[in-house]
């Protein structure tokens, strides 16, 4: 459970005082995410999420997350809405942390998509990225290559504890990566970890996208291999062509992609794995034991990242132009 910071009635009562979102009846921590501590809330005005930044988020980088989020709703995607407070600030504090009141999104995320979902998924993606044009705040990919060296610098000297000869193994990737990385693809505003816990769907249909706080500018494609890392395998490891194929087709109903994005999307997917490992692998080596949070096996992501080291044409995936 993501409850890493907890909150009291009255502290908790007397931030709510700071906004128009009428009187307390329950709150409770939700049991979900690994980033940030979050809780329902329940108001006389309705459900409400109530988030506490964390480790991973820089209170500096809020104002880019906090408002990109008003400004994909003002184009039409749909996504949750940081509330304003009384004196129109869009955060808080309450116990030490920066927090904020976020709009509920009704939906719920699916625990076993399929290929139409992945579709859907493509198809919203593509939408983020042209929505997000035009949104003045920059915010550079903390996680793309410098940010995996540093990283793996604080993990590399225990990674055998996880697996033997990775130590050896994920030196060289980050090496290959860094000599082959693209450099002139097409770049934007990107979601970044928009895994299937941060798409919610009613019915058969998807209802919005959550959890803005990695979004940054980079290569849109770069979303996309995301996106298939997260949707497109199976639980025993397998690809999933057939969802590879809707996920990229649901994109370019909206996106198309050019040669350049097509050809990189190997590297990219195997960039992207690597981000995902070395996350998970810092979080496996220094979460204490007991924290209320149940830990993401790394081991999953650099099984993707192997997978991801024999393809040459984007058509692997699925692509078929
Ligand atoms: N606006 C919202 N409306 C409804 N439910 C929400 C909303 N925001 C968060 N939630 C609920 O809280 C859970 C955790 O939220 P979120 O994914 O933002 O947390 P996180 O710790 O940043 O997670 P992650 O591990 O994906 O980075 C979601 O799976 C969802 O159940
Ligand atoms: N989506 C990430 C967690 C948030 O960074 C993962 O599954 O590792």
Redesign the pocket.
Known sequence: M?VYTDITETDLKDFLAQYEAGELLSYKG?A???????F?LHTSKG?L?L?LY?KRVEKNDLPFFLGLMHHLADRGLSC?LPLPRKDGALLGELSGRPAAL??????M?LRKPEAKHCREVGKALAQMHVAGEGFTLKRPNALSLEGWKTLWAKSKDRADEVEKGLEGEIGGEIAFLAGNWPKDLPEGVIHA?L?P??V?FLEDGLSGL??F??ACNDFLVYDLSICINAWCFEKDGAYNVTKGMAMIEGYQSVRPLSDAEAAALPILSRGSALRFFLTRLYDWLTTPAGALVVKKDPLEYLHKLRFHQKIAFAAEYGMTR
């Open positions: 993501a939700i979900e995410g690994v980033e940030n501590s979050n329902l459900p999420i988030t964390e949750p976020i709009s509920f999104l009704e939906g995320w970890d895994f816990d941060n919610f959550i959890d706080y990695f």
